[in-house]
């Protein structure tokens, strides 16, 4: 590319308006590049035989500032709105590009989101066209002055880093999973956040879709357009993410109530030795005394998934929190979930508002492929979207697999992918794509440490991953990562989107679910010793790098994700008697009648069992049964949990009796 490139202006505009561009505006603009105050570009700059698309895409992918002109045929545009318009919001909202709407001729431009969140000009009500001529030359002369400040001056600020990566004693989203920063084709789902959180009849706005389908995006991008119209209102914003926790393990959100409890300033009376639903009506009392945006997103963790109350919410606390909300507060809860929230089916809206989230269409998904800079017909494009059922995360990673390694990557390439061998519900086609990147791969460093971060049900610390690591190479898991530079390996996979962007927070690698559930299989499946050996080393890593005898909640979980590793690797019995009894309970059953953790008691002990609440594991002794019997049947009672509770109560009863044990019994 010639020139500074920080000086690009890149106009975009339908071809129709081609005689007002040429009329009015370009000889203002071109008065700025003849003095080579600007780089002017717009497409008659394409010469005869170049790739038009390639030639604007480089220019849409290195200019500073984007004029747009805007009219009803530019709003008809498929490829304005659906080529050039995508790319130029990503690049804005990264900081990157000013973006310029002029207002042509009237339109019905207000209807559009993300033209009526900036600033139109010339301003006022009329369009430029509506002015007289003399008029007009005088708005284009100031709107020319505008576009040569933007050229000069510093690039627009990220909304990430002014609003998210930097949270403020109000304000506080930073946990929401960074999943994207362009959401496509969520329209209708932008007006119902827009008019519950206007309108302030709704409590609760609850998403369902599966997995990878765009539900935290969704979330996400809202957050950030409330953010930048100065929060409309929201006088505080907190954000929980249970979606890193995976759904393949029993979780709790214990950790979430005491966060935001602290967090909101409840002060005085010692409430963490409360219950959970004397914590979560504390947190509902917070919410109600100012008007608080709260997003909680991906929840499924803590619901059922069996037929007789699939999708109720099995944590008291969460349970409690929502159903007070539901009854009514100032603000506005997201919800996003896989399971529909069936404990407030009952609610009538507009209280609670389930929606449930189709996959994107293929002009969205097309839209997608496009702001990677992926050539092809419009009809390729969209037969590659449909052939992954407009899967957001499938088509997300198609579109890192085709750019991978190729300038001028194109659609109708050599890539084949695999048929659909996982269901659709359980991610079958992000999946095939999953198994795609394995061939690109190969056997490298870079696969073998998704397939370690597999192992995690959570984001994975640098420094338990480093502990794996460092010890003897594990075939499959760190044979190549031992001798590899892991700074460049996470570069790499965070270029390929199957690792999420560095936190900025947490010392912390994380992936998407699916990401990390696909390789653990596979992990697991071909590299048993290995993976075996993995939790080994991530049992020693969090037992020793844990306080030896916790205080708090926050102490116990690195030592309750230490158990699940060993459990994990068979040392079922020496967990219980080298953490579980000694760290947990103490002398005084301390994780329940000091902490008053029951869920996360529940959490634990989950890995004792071959099948929660039925059989405990068979590596466990005699009487560390029982004992996994009797705490969890009190945990269950505990919790309200009666149905679940009978039967570990009734299996230790009969143990007790069987070893004619009179007094246990």
Partial sequence: MSGDSNKLVFVSYAHEDRPFLEKDLLPFLRHLALGEHIELWEDSSIGAGQDWYAEIADRLDHAKVAILLVTENFLASKFC?????????????????????????????????????????????????????????????????????????????????????????????????????????RRRELDVLDRAWDEGTTNIVAFTAGGGVGKSTLARVWAEMLAEDGWRGAERAFAWSFYSQGTGRMTDAETFLNEALHWFGEEG???????????????????????????????????????????????????????????????????????????????????????????????????????????????????????????????????????????????????????????????????????????????????ELLQLLGLFDRPAPIAAVRAVIDGNPLPGLTKRLHRADLDEVFARLRSTGLLLRESKHDSVLDAHPIVRSHHGEWARTRHPKSVREANLRLYAYYCSSSRARPERLSEVVPLIAGIGHGCAAGKHQQTFVEVFIPRLLQDDQFLWHRLGAFAPALTTLAHYFHEPWQQPHSELGSQAQRSVLASAGYCLRALGKLAAAVAPTEAVIGRAVAEQDWQSA
Avoid: Y
């Avoid at 050039?84 to 339109?107: D, F, I, K, T």
């Avoid at 040569?148 to 627009?156: D, H, N, S, T």
């Fill in 269 to 447: 009376e010692d409430w963490e030795g409360r219950s959970m639903w004397d914590r979560a009506d504390l947190l509902a009392d917070h919410l109600r005394r100012n008007r608080t945006l709260l997003v909680l997103d991906g929840v499924e963790p803590l619901q059922s998934s069996e037929k007789i109350d699939r999708g109720s919410i099995r944590d008291p606390g969460l349970k409690t929190l929502l159903e007070e909300l539901a009854n009514g507060h100032p603000g506005l809860c997201i919800v996003t979930t896989r399971e529909r929230l069936a404990d407030l089916e009952e609610t009538a809206a507009p209280g609670v508002l389930h929606r449930d989230l189709d996959q994107v269409s293929t002009l969205a998904g097309r839209a997608l492929l496009r702001v990677k800079r992926i050539g092809g017909e419009d009809s390729q494009l969209e037969a590659a979207v449909h052939d992954l059922g407009g899967h957001a995360l499938a088509v997300a990673l198609l579109g890192n697999l085709v750019t991978d390694g190729v300038e001028s990557p194109h659609i109708s390439g050599n890539l084949v992918l695999p048929d659909l061998r996982h269901p659709v519900d359980q991610g079958g086609h992000p999946r095939r794509v999953l198994e795609a990147w394995a061939r690109r791969l190969g056997e490298s460093a870079e696969q």
């Fill in 81 to 185: 709105q659906h080529e050039e318009v995508p790319v130029l919001l990503q690049r804005a909202r990264r900081g990157q590009l000013h973006v310029m709407p002029l207002l042509v001729e009237p339109s019905v431009w207000s209807i559009e989101r993300w033209l009526k969140r900036r600033q139109m000009r010339p301003g006022g009500e009329k369009s430029l066209k509506e002015h007289t001529a003399t008029k007009r030359k005088k708005l284009l002369t100031a709107f020319a002055k505008e576009v040569l400040a933007a050229v000069e001056g510093a690039a627009p600020p990220s909304v990430n880093e002014v609003h998210f990566d930097q949270p403020t004693a109000t304000h506080d989203l930073h946990r929401l999973p960074e999943t994207g920063s362009l959401l496509f084709g």
